[in-house]
């Protein structure tokens, strides 16, 4: 593992703590960053969470994806824990949580609401960090980019 992989949590700690750092420090130009919206998406979100996936899609064979039926049993897997186990583990995470331990600190006309956004958390993770998450473990990209673009799809009917 590079110097970098084993001190991610280092990295990303420090990343924050510089982050924090500089909105004190400037905050002016950070609320204008905040406000660069198109279509209510926020574009340096955008343009830093495509920067996150493009260096993994470069890994990809797009020819190869046509075997990607040879991976069918870890599909089915993650479509099923993705679907079948994970929102109802978040539910009752969430109702332990939300709709209990940290009731008496969220707003009473709003606990269902938070409830709902742990359930659609669990089922449709980050993409970019699934990607991220594959490349850092040296998964297999064809089997992370067929399983994402599954799991996108199935988000975009359900």
């Known amino acids: ?76 897997v993650t479509l099923f824990v993705n679907w079948a186990v994970k929102p109802f583990s978040m539910a009752a995470l969430g109702a332990l949580f939300i709709g209990g331990l940290f009731r008496p600190y969220l707003p009473a006309g709003e606990i269902n609401s938070y409830i709902a956004g742990l359930i659609l958390l669990a089922a449709a993770p980050c993409t970019a960090m699934v990607f991220v998450w594959s490349n850092l473990t040296r998964g297999e990209p064809h089997f992370t980019l067929s399983q994402v673009a599954v799991n996108d799809a199935i988000m975009v009917v359900a």
């Not at 979100?45 to 039926?69: C, E, H, N, S, T």
Request: hydrophobic share 60%; charged share 10%.
């Open 1 to 76: 593992m590079s110097r970098f992989e084993r001190f991610l949590t280092l990295w990303v700690a420090l990343c924050i703590v510089v982050g924090v750092g500089l909105g004190h420090l400037f905050p002016a130009v950070f609320q204008a960053i905040g406000f660069a919206e198109v279509a209510k998406v926020n574009l340096p979100m955008a343009v830093l969470i495509w920067l996150m996936i493009i260096p993994m899609l470069m890994k990809v064979d797009f020819g190869a994806m046509r075997q990607v039926g040879q991976h069918w049993r870890g599909i089915g």
